[in-house]
T-cell receptor
Framework: EAQVTQNPRYLITVTGKKLTVTCSQN?????MSWYRQDPGLGLRQIYY???????DKGDVPEGYKVSRKEKRNFPLILESPSPNQTSLYFC?????????????FGEGSWLTVV | KQEVTQIPAALSVPEGENLVLNCSFT??????LQWFRQDPGKGLTSLLL?????REQTSGRLNASLDKSSGRSTLYIAASQPGDSATYLC???????????FGAGTQVVVTP
């Protein structure tokens, strides 16, 4: 089954404790991306990757890091989480950018930073 | 920067009525426009994708149109059902730089 898998789905952590949210897709997609969703602000793009070893900043990259060492995985790293990073996070992937490629989303990761 | 707007923010209709959801964007140089459905606490499910060269796409009771010149897309859901209750989001892109911009969504409630 084609899917994007995120882990953990739910996490409560403390300020400053490094954490990683993993994202894996099984569709051999080139393009992967991370979003956060906040009430009243909608979905905002954090980072994206057009291919292995190619990553770029989205609209809200501050406080986050990513890596794309292999095609299937695109982890999101919070080096020193702060309460304003409490949010619902989504990973997504598609075959490519440009025309005609559906974007697939993971189920989301609820992150609370206290 | 591409700005995507969805109006109304919320909509409530009785079962059986047709739904009309609007999405507008500021930059007409787009590759794709996609409509998604999101259920509470869940991920996004792609409903329809319209490429820039297309004017509309249809899937079952769903029809989405695209008018690049006016910067608008409309999602029509025929004969609404309570199971259609969800938030519907439109997204423009990804563009050639990988950027994808979402609207804030329209929350739909279909009452029996």
């Amino acid at each position: 089954e084609a899917q994007v898998t995120q882990n953990p789905r739910y996490l409560i952590t403390v300020t400053g404790k490094k954490l990683t949210v993993t994202c894996s897709q099984n569709m051999n997609h080139e393009y992967m991306s991370w979003y956060r969703q906040d009430p009243g602000l909608g979905l905002r793009q954090i980072y994206y990757s057009m291919n292995v070893e190619v990553t770029d900043k989205g609209d809200v990259p501050e406080g986050y890091k990513v890596s794309r060492k292999e095609k299937r995985n695109f982890p999101l790293i919070l080096e020193s989480p702060s309460p304003n990073q409490t949010s619902l996070y989504f990973c997504a992937s598609s075959l490519g950018v440009g025309g005609g490629h559906t974007i697939y989303f993971g189920e989301g990761s609820w992150l609370t930073v206290v | 920067k591409q700005e995507v707007t969805q109006i109304p923010a919320a909509l409530s209709v009785p079962e059986g009525e047709n739904l009309v959801l609007n999405c507008s964007f500021t930059d007409s140089a787009i590759y794709n426009l996609q409509w998604f459905r999101q259920d509470p606490g869940k991920g996004l499910t792609s409903l329809l994708l319209i490429q820039s060269s297309q004017r509309e796409q249809t899937s079952g009771r769903l029809n989405a149109s695209l008018d690049k010149s006016s910067g608008r897309s409309t999602l029509y859901i025929a004969a609404s059902q309570p199971g259609d209750s969800a938030t519907y989001l439109c997204a423009v892109g990804p563009d050639s730089w990988g950027k994808l911009q979402f609207g804030a969504g329209t929350q739909v409630v279909v009452t029996p």
